[in-house]
């Protein structure tokens, strides 16, 4: 059974950066893309990221381009979100999932970690 693990959340300032990491457990992480959703309270779940199995096609949500970044260590079954310049806007509970095949509809990710809280507030 695929699962995943989301850690790095916390609060921060504006203007401050968090990274969040997803580790991947129960089959190698490189036979999948990996999302980053986010739902904030009130809101629909929006994707922010996802990276395909390789890491060569990224997709970034408009609201995070030149913000976000992905990257994946296939070797360590680790996705990361490296985010900066975080603004309130940013504040929602944020999830890694799987899926086998390239897309950033989370419709059609499978696999769901638990989440981790980005709190972004001065």
């Known amino acids: 059974q695929l699962q995943l693990v989301e850690s790095g959340g916390g609060l921060v300032q504006p203007g401050g950066s968090l990274r969040l990491s997803c580790v991947v457990s129960g089959f190698r992480a490189d036979y999948y893309a990996i999302g980053w959703f986010r739902q904030a309270p009130g809101k629909e779940r929006e994707g922010v990221s996802c990276i395909a199995s390789t890491g060569v096609t990224i997709y970034y949500a408009d609201s995070v381009k030149g913000r976000f970044t992905s990257s994946r260590d296939n070797a360590g079954n680790t996705v990361y979100l490296q985010m900066n310049s975080l603004n309130p806007e940013d504040t929602a509970l944020y999830y890694c999932?799987?899926?086998?095949?390239?897309?950033?509809?989370?419709?059609?990710?499978?696999?769901w970690g638990q989440g981790t809280q980005v709190t972004v507030s001065s």
């Open positions: 999932a799987a899926r086998d095949s390239w897309a950033c509809s989370a419709s059609g990710y499978a696999y």
